[in-house]
């Protein structure tokens, strides 16, 4: 009947896996649609902590169909590892998963070039990718000479793509890189256990999305990263290799534009950033530290410590602007709980003038303009009604909800499911 979809609106990491999680109890089916196992995507429920990086996060949900769509980069590897862990944890992930034809196969190359590139660029250079192969891989789909989830379907297709690409691909490891060459056999063996579980997963997943769609079924999709590291509207060059905005969540799942309904943004009532790249509230040395260790910023894929800032208006206008957002999520407000004032980035200046969007280069030049807002002093974990939490915590909400121009109809007050506030829906 509908699609809603959420959406990063930072750099990654604002919550969206608790968002979607909490939003799946309504939803029958979600789609993962694009990035891959770079994600890490965080859910506590009643105290127990999961965290997943390929499998949709309302898989927890009984009834829900999981599905990764076709703009998704999969590590065979990778899936197995953490479908076996879910079941091990009593989901029936493999019974009730789809996996697009589409989609695109890590390979194992793919990893090793990502990490050798991240490892001998130059200062300035470096992304700090996750090393995942993700941005490999995408360049492979590009130049198209990728392996595909539906080619693994059927034995002679598999095996005539796979010694092609391999032909090409060593050519490029040992001319290129220096390396050892991959052999068709090992890669070929590798991806044996993967088809024996996967096979019944692999679907056309554009006609059974859009079908469910007419029969009356409630999607969501699920965005990996966030606005500012979409391939087009983030901080090129550092960003990941997909579109992680509402674009991405049309041609990584196929669903038609039509059905799509609510766009949530997903922001932390801060800033932060994993890797690489401009970040324009970013604090340093003992500030920093304290917002780290009060949000406990560490990456759930890399265990990186993440940088951390003000609330960015600017940035996030950007990303109400292209993705078509129709509220924003706000998460994390608890942890500004510690804080006497709290400031936050209302406008850039760039080369002495006010700008009104986020330059899509020069970023690391703007000049913040900043306001201070009071801060509330108490304790607000947990709390689920709006009315119960400081004034000074309103008015916080509030004056962003204006700035932003878009309603904060969801308010995370802490990690778990139900520290969840619904507002004026
Ligand atoms: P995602 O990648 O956007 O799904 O976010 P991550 O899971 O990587 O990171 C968000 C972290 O913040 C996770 O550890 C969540 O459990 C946690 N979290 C989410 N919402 C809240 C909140 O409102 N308050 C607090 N204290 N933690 C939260
Ligand atoms: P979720 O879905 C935060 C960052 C990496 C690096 C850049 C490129 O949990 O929000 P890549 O491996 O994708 O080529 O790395 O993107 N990055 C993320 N940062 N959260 C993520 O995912 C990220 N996925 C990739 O740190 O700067
Ligand atoms: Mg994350």
Redesign the pocket.
């Known amino acids: 009947m509908s699609a809603d979809l959420v959406v990063?609106a930072q750099?990654?990491?604002?919550g969206?896996a608790k968002v979607i999680d909490y939003l799946s109890k309504d939803i029958d089916i979600i789609v993962r649609y694009q990035?891959g196992a770079?994600?890490?995507?965080t859910v506590v429920v009643d105290g127990k902590k999961y965290v997943f990086h390929l499998i949709p996060s309302g898989v927890i949900y009984p009834n829900t169909i999981c599905v990764i769509g076709n703009g998704v980069v999969l590590d065979p590897d990778f899936f197995l590892k953490e479908c076996v862990s879910l079941q091990n944890e009593g989901f029936d992930v493999f019974n009730k998963t789809y996996i697009s034809d589409g989609c695109h196969i890590i390979l194992p190359f793919h990893q090793t070039i990502?990490s050798l590139l991240e490892s001998n660029s130059m200062p300035g250079e470096k992304?700090?990718?996750?090393?995942?192969g993700?941005?490999i891989c995408y360049a492979d789909k590009m130049m198209r000479t990728g392996l595909r989830a539906g080619d693994l379907l059927d034995d002679t297709i598999l095996k005539n793509k796979l010694k092609m690409i391999v032909q090409k691909k060593n050519l490029t490891l040992t001319k290129l890189y220096g390396l050892q060459p991959v052999t068709y056999e090992d890669i070929y063996e590798k991806l044996k256990s993967f088809i024996e579980r996967a096979r019944k997963m692999i679907i056309n997943t554009p006609y059974y999305l859009n079908e469910e769609l007419k029969k009356g079924k409630r999607i969501l999709l699920e965005?990996?990263?966030?606005t500012g590291?979409d391939v087009d509207f983030g901080t090129y060059p550092?960003?990941?290799?997909s579109n992680s905005t509402t674009g991405g969540a049309i041609t990584g799942s196929g669903i038609s534009f039509h059905y799509l309904k609510h766009v949530y943004g997903i922001s932390k009532a801060y800033t932060t950033?994993?890797?690489?790249?401009p970040f324009p509230t970013e604090l340093f040395d003992d500030d920093a530290e304290k917002m780290r260790e009060l949000g406990h910023e560490f990456?759930?894929?890399?265990g990186?410590p993440r940088r951390c800032g003000w609330f960015d208006v600017e940035m996030i206008k950007h990303s109400v602007r292209v993705n078509g957002m129709t509220s924003l999520v706000l998460t994390k407000i608890d942890i500004l709980s510690n804080y006497d004032k709290i400031p936050v980035g209302v406008g850039y200046e760039l080369n002495g003038k006010k700008i009104d969007f986020l330059p899509t280069s020069g970023l690391e030049n703007v000049k913040v303009i900043y306001e201070e807002l009071p801060g509330w002093n108490t304790n607000i974990s947990g709390i689920s009604n709006f009315n119960n939490l400081p004034g000074k915590c309103k008015d916080y909400i509030e004056f962003l909800e204006k700035r932003i121009g878009v309603p904060i109809n969801i308010i995370s007050t802490g990690p778990d499911r139900t520290h969840t506030i619904i507002r004026n829906i």
């Open positions: 990063g750099w990654g990491d604002e969206k990035g770079n994600a890490g995507h990502d992304i700090g990718t996750t090393k995942r993700i941005g965005g990996a990263q966030g590291l550092f960003v990941t290799s950033r994993v890797g690489e790249g990456g759930a894929t890399t990186r």
